[in-house]
């Protein structure tokens, strides 16, 4: 059974970082890309951060490029997001999930994790 | 970016119906491989997005045959027919043929 499990989101002040962690079991994490996506609270849903099955290419959108990283321990089935420079409107539930390729689908989606941005 | 625009925003049903969503895209979404690269997701209240739909018409692993897909270049359906209970949430249509991936902005069915 795929699962993925999120953590390491909480309260964090405006401007400072927050690292979130996916731990993934149940199929071969390494032949799969990844990605993270988002849900502000009582709104639709947002793409984060695509990475490759290698780690070696990534793709984000322009909301938070610079800001944000996205990358991968295949020896440990984890994904991560690095989240700098944070704003209040990063504020919503972060999901990690399993992509079908660059241009695919997200098949499996953990149970997500809530950041909130505030001082 | 690739817009996608979805209708209804609200769409009341009555149990055992059938009920068309909509989602349209600002350009096709035929990909430079000849794939369409368009999906439908349920979110039920409290959970988490379930693939229903994989490339237009494919259903996912364990969705059952009253949901149907059609559509092609930009203009695409989600069919839901003998509605039940399980089935109410909010639906969202997702393109991932051109970067940034762009979702649609959700339709919420529920009960009449």
């Known amino acids: 059974e795929v699962q993925l499990v999120e953590s390491g989101g909480g309260l964090v002040q405006p401007g400072r970082s927050l690292k979130l962690s996916c731990a993934a079991s149940?199929?071969?994490?390494?032949?799969?890309?990844m990605a993270w996506v988002r849900q502000a609270p009582k709104k639709g849903l947002e793409w984060v951060a695509t990475i490759s099955t290698s780690g070696s290419r990534t793709y984000y959108p322009d909301s938070v490029k610079g800001r944000f990283t996205i990358s991968r321990d295949n020896a440990k089935s984890s994904l991560y997001l690095q989240m700098n420079s944070l704003k209040s409107e990063d504020t919503a539930t972060y999901y990690c999930a399993r992509q079908r390729g660059s241009s695919g689908n997200f098949d499996y989606w953990g149970q997500g994790v809530m950041v909130t941005v505030s001082s | 970016d690739v817009l996608m625009t979805q209708t209804p925003v609200s769409l009341p049903v009555s149990l055992g119906g059938q009920v068309s969503i909509s989602c349209r895209s600002s350009q096709s979404l035929v990909h430079s491989d000849g794939n369409t690269y368009l999906h439908w997701y349920l979110q039920k209240p409290g959970q988490s997005p379930q693939l229903l739909i994989y490339?237009?018409?494919n259903r996912f692993s364990g969705v059952p045959d009253r949901f149907s897909g059609s559509g092609s270049g930009t203009d695409f359906t989600l069919k839901i027919s003998r509605v039940e209970p399980e089935d109410l949430g909010v639906y969202y249509c997702l393109q991932s043929t051109h970067f940034p991936l762009t979702f649609g902005s959700g339709t919420k069915l529920e009960i009449k």
């Open positions: 490339r237009v018409s």
């Open positions: 149940g199929f071969t994490f390494s032949n799969y890309y």
